[in-house]
């Protein structure tokens, strides 16, 4: 869909599959940062008309219209539970993403300089609804996610739900790093356990930056193999 920033003019191509059908969304103009409304309930609309019509005797009568299936809850989430003054930022497409979920300020703050640090544009959520939300409308590189994020375990945690059932394509391309006491430093064996790239101890804080680099260069590597090798065994 092309939309025309109504404030400086620049015209954004959003990709249809990012914009949630049947509601109001409202994103940030990446130039002016004015906020633009898209409205896909028109269309929905204007596709309900024409699914309806009208006999000659003035009677009206519906076509058939397949239900969906019922969706999970997760799948579930609804952009309305944005509130009222928020809207979704569009970042440049070559921008490196990263979530940043930790409940504290001092913890988030270095996670967030350490990523910074390797020109990562960090985005921080203050729920779980809302983390949901922002990783269904944007393409991460990493997820980071500390133990007691709203209130949740990390053996519980939506996050972790959701990442582990989103296509294998996708989420081969996110590095999820996971913080916790009960975990000791690039312990790969938890780490495969929790479905994780890294876990982290709280006290290796300081040294996020170096694992991080050095495990988003593995994933890298191990992805060019798989993906080399996948494509040799295609050729035979």
Do not use: W
């Not at 430093?185 to 890294?198: C, F, G, I, V």
């Amino acid at each position: 869909m092309e939309v025309t920033c109504e404030h400086c003019k620049t015209k954004l191509n959003v990709p249809d599959e990012k914009i949630p059908k049947d509601q109001l969304v409202r994103i940030n103009c990446p130039k002016c940062k004015n906020k633009i409304s898209i409205d896909s309930r028109t269309a929905a609309n204007e596709e309900a008309s024409e699914n309806t019509d009208f006999s000659e005797t003035g009677k009206l009568h519906l076509k058939f219209i397949e239900k969906q299936p019922d969706k999970t809850e997760n799948e579930g989430y609804s952009y309305e539970d944005y509130s009222d003054d928020e809207s979704l930022d569009i970042f440049d497409e070559d921008a490196k993403l990263a979530m940043v979920m930790s409940e504290n300020t001092d913890d988030s703050d270095k996670i967030k300089a350490a990523l910074e640090e390797l020109g990562y544009k960090c985005i921080e959520s203050s729920n779980t609804r809302d983390a949901l939300g922002k990783m269904r409308f944007h393409n991460f590189d990493i997820v980071f996610l500390t133990e007691g994020f709203d209130g949740q375990e990390l053996g519980n945690s939506p996050i972790l739900n959701y990442l582990n059932h989103i296509s294998m394509s996708s989420r081969r391309s996110i590095f999820l790093a996971l913080m916790g006491a009960q975990f000791k430093t690039l312990d790969e064996m938890m780490a495969y356990a929790m479905s994780a790239n890294a876990v982290i101890n709280p006290k290796d804080i300081d040294k996020i930056s170096n694992i991080i680099k050095k495990g988003v260069a593995d994933l890298n590597k191990f992805y060019k193999v798989f993906m080399d090798t996948m494509a040799e065994m295609s050729k035979a």
